[in-house]
């Protein structure tokens, strides 16, 4: 007998194998291949909606499904006889299956079989006012350890295109400031007297020549506002009392350089504690007190720094002459003095007689209004169109060292060559003002639009409280003749 069970065992094996394969192979083709296999062995349909969601929503497939359902009797839909609705209906599976969404993780890009040489073009804008239109292009070279030997083979391309003004005369500096014939009477007259001078191509080739440098070595360029800053540079003579003039356009940027031990003992930490102010300016006269510069002990500090670091020996030269003129020499004070900055080119010349000095007198012209001011200091060989602190919130009362008092070329400055006071001291706001009108009335007078501002002395005493004349400590505005 148990032979017999062996045999039928035996004989069931080559049937079973069959079975297995296609149980497995099937399950190859549904979603659930457990739902599908249990299902084949049970008799039940694949359809039947066990394990997944099915038209009746998201909710039956959370309920727990139970082996063998027993019949549930509904009413049938039939209406064309009372036999058929005496007749129970059974329930019967869904015909239907409606499979849950699967996400499947998004496969990995595929490696590039090779890079692809090709140009790829942008444009960008960099720097404050230059627009660049750059291209990046990558070229089949050979290997990278033969080519990073070649200068070629990582190499820019600069190519930059600049429009170069030519200076304006006549009418054309009507442009800059329309109202330039409302405030000089004699206008017209000196116009026709006035002659671009060699100094406007100078400061061109100055800035032609920094551009050039900066760009073949990837530098910061020269900025839109700095290169366009000079509408002209001209040299004129008064018909009538020959009196010479140069008449610089530009804007007016700002400065805030200088310090005087004699009239401002103290300055703000701010500056004290600053690598970037300068404590002088192009013009100074010899110390007229004991008082020491209160730069003087933050400099000294700087140079005690210097040595201990052992820095190059050019620096501490540097600030050693700057302590030996700081203990010698006063300076003018850019948030009270009125003066404006030259460029250094300006001091090329020899004998020019319209080449201007430190310390020489000048009217700054600002739409209608005039003011008096001094040369006070020299600048960039490439850049005009700079004035003191005090001077920009004169023109403008939002003017800062972070924001300049015009944007511009609206700005005349008119430089007196010459004129510059024998003895060199502190400014005298008294002889300031009388002098730069004596001087406009040399060239011609001021219209009757024009508006001529006195300047006074802010760092003077205050004055008596029994004094009624209060009007010398405030600026005063007096119509052109």
Known sequence: MIKNRKKSRRSLLPWLLPVVLLLAAGSLYTPYPWTFASSILRGEDETSGRGGASGAGADEADRPVHSNPEPVPVVSDNKEGDEADKQPVVWKHEARFSMPAIELPPFPPALPERVEPGRYEHIA??????????????????????????????????????????????????????????????????????????????????????????????????????????????????????????????????????????????????????????????????????????????????????????????????????????????????????????????????????????????VVIVDNRVFPAIVGDYGPNYKTGEASLRLAREVNPKASVYARAVSNLGVSYIIFPGTAEEEKGPISYGRLNERCRQLLDDIGGLAPGASYIELHDKLAPAPAESDKDKDDAKPSEHQGA
């Open 125 to 362: 804008s960099m720097g404050k006012g230059i627009n660049i239109a750059g291209n990046v292009t990558f070229v089949q070279g050979s290997t990278a350890s033969r080519d990073r030997g070649r200068k070629d083979a990582y190499r820019v391309k600069v190519s930059l295109e600049l429009l170069l003004p030519q200076a304006a005369t006549g009418s054309d500096l009507l442009h800059a400031n329309p109202k330039l014939p409302e405030v000089l009477a004699g206008y017209d007259a000196l116009m026709e007297q006035a002659k671009v001078s060699k100094w406007y191509n100078a400061l061109y080739l100055h800035k032609q020549n920094r551009i050039r440098k900066d760009a073949v070595t990837l530098s910061r360029l020269l900025d839109r506002h700095n290169f366009f800053d000079t509408d002209t540079i001209l040299e004129i003579s008064a018909a009538g009392s020959g009196r010479k003039l140069l008449w610089i356009q530009a804007d007016m940027d700002v400065v805030s350089d200088g310090s005087d031990g004699d009239r401002l003992p103290t300055m703000p930490d701010k500056i004290l504690k600053s690598d970037n102010y300068q404590p002088s300016t192009s013009y100074f006269w010899r110390k007229r007190s004991k008082t020491p510069n209160p730069l003087l002990a933050p400099w000294q500090e700087r140079l005690r720094k210097q040595k201990a670091r052992k820095a190059p020996a050019a620096t501490i030269r540097n600030t050693e002459m700057v302590i030996d003129n700081l203990k010698r020499f006063s300076y003018l004070l850019a948030e009270y003095d009125p003066f404006i900055v030259i460029p250094l080119t300006l001091r090329k010349g020899g004998s020019n007689p319209y080449r201007p000095q430190p310390g020489d007198y000048a």
